[in-house]
């Protein structure tokens, strides 16, 4: 059965620095591109950080240059190094895994972690 389990998530001072991991299990990691994605209170599911299986990186512009998306296809494991936390990155982050098939997509989710930042 696929899973992705993701942690790292808490409470943080505004301007401080958190780790999120998202580690796989029965699929091929490394063929899939992984993603980060975040549900504020009350707010829609947005993207967060994407890497592709090749390790192309892309950000919402509302983390550029704060966050940094990698993976590591030995451990099957993706993470999201947030630093310089603002409030407003206050959210539930889920991590997604995604592969085209042919005509069909595969996608899997994990059940989120949650992060608090106080002001």
């Known amino acids: 059965q696929v899973q992705l389990a993701e942690s790292g998530g808490g409470l943080v001072q505004a301007g401080g620095s958190l780790r999120l991991s998202c580690v796989a299990s029965?699929?091929?990691?490394?063929?899939?591109?992984m993603y980060w994605y975040r549900q504020p209170p009350g707010k829609q599911r947005e993207l967060v950080a994407a890497?592709?299986?090749?390790?192309?990186?892309n950000y919402a512009d509302s983390v550029n240059g704060r966050f940094t998306i990698s993976r590591d296809n030995v451990k099957n494991t993706a993470y999201l190094q947030m630093n310089s936390l603002k409030p407003e990155d206050a959210a539930v982050y889920y991590c997604?895994?995604?592969?085209?098939?042919?005509?069909?997509?595969?996608?899997?989710w994990g059940q989120g972690t949650q992060v608090i930042v106080a002001s």
């Open positions: 029965e699929i091929a990691f490394a063929t899939y591109a």
């Open positions: 890497i592709t299986s090749g390790g192309t990186t």
């Open positions: 997604n895994a995604h592969r085209a098939v042919g005509m069909a997509d595969l996608d899997f």
